[in-house]
């Protein structure tokens, strides 16, 4: 059974930086797109940042310069490094991992971590 565990959420005040981690379990890593997402309340889930398979990176322009996306194949491991953070990044970020096997397409989301940025 595939997991997508995240960690690395909290609080944090505007200007300051936090890292989230997603270890995924079940899933040929190397082979899978990985990204995160997230939601604020009201609103709808949307793109952050994808890395795919084979290394491509594509970000939303709202975070553009400002977060990277990494991973870490050996460890099954995506990262998200956020610095600058803004009161409007603050939503619950989903790790996703999206891939396709036999032309059927995958896609598989963790249980969120919180992201909260105020003074």
């Known amino acids: 059974q595939v997991q997508l565990v995240e960690s690395g959420g909290g609080l944090v005040q505007p200007g300051g930086s936090l890292r989230l981690s997603c270890a995924a379990s079940a899933i040929i890593f190397s082979a899978t797109d990985m990204g995160w997402y997230r939601q604020a309340p009201g609103k709808q889930r949307e793109l952050v940042a994808v890395i795919r398979s084979g290394g491509r990176i594509n970000y939303a322009d709202s975070v553009k310069g400002r977060f990277t996306i990494s991973r870490d194949n050996a460890k099954k491991t995506v990262y998200l490094q956020m610095n600058s953070l803004k009161p409007e990044d603050t939503a619950v970020y989903y790790c996703?991992?999206?891939?396709?096997?036999?032309?059927?397409?995958?896609?598989?989301w963790g249980q969120g971590t919180q992201v909260t940025v105020s003074s």
């Open positions: 996703n991992a999206h891939t396709v096997a036999l032309l059927n397409i995958y896609d598989y």
